[in-house]
């Protein structure tokens, strides 16, 4: 049987990193991301107590990891567009 709802907490460490890369990298993004979270999960303060969840780890997680799809997908289209 599958667990639907995993215990997500081991990878807050990860996604903290993903987090402050995004943050580093497309602060108008995480930004734009953080209002989401805000407005469908809840407000938060920091980003330690958006992580303080498996519910908030999970959303980060694939929040982030959809912006990093979205941006790999938009180079390939660019360099298919060079070629």
Known sequence: MV???PDL????PYVAWRMKE????APQAFHELRGRY???I????SPKEALATSEG???WLHHCAE???DKMRY???RLGKQR
């Open 22 to 25: 995004l943050y580093e990298t």
């Open 3 to 5: 667990d639907m709802s």
């Open 9 to 12: 907490m081991s990878l807050a």
């Open 57 to 59: 780890v999970e959303w």
């Open 42 to 45: 809840g407000p938060c303060s």
């Open 67 to 69: 912006f990093r799809l």
């Open 75 to 77: 180079s390939q289209k």
């Open 38 to 40: 805000a407005a469908e």
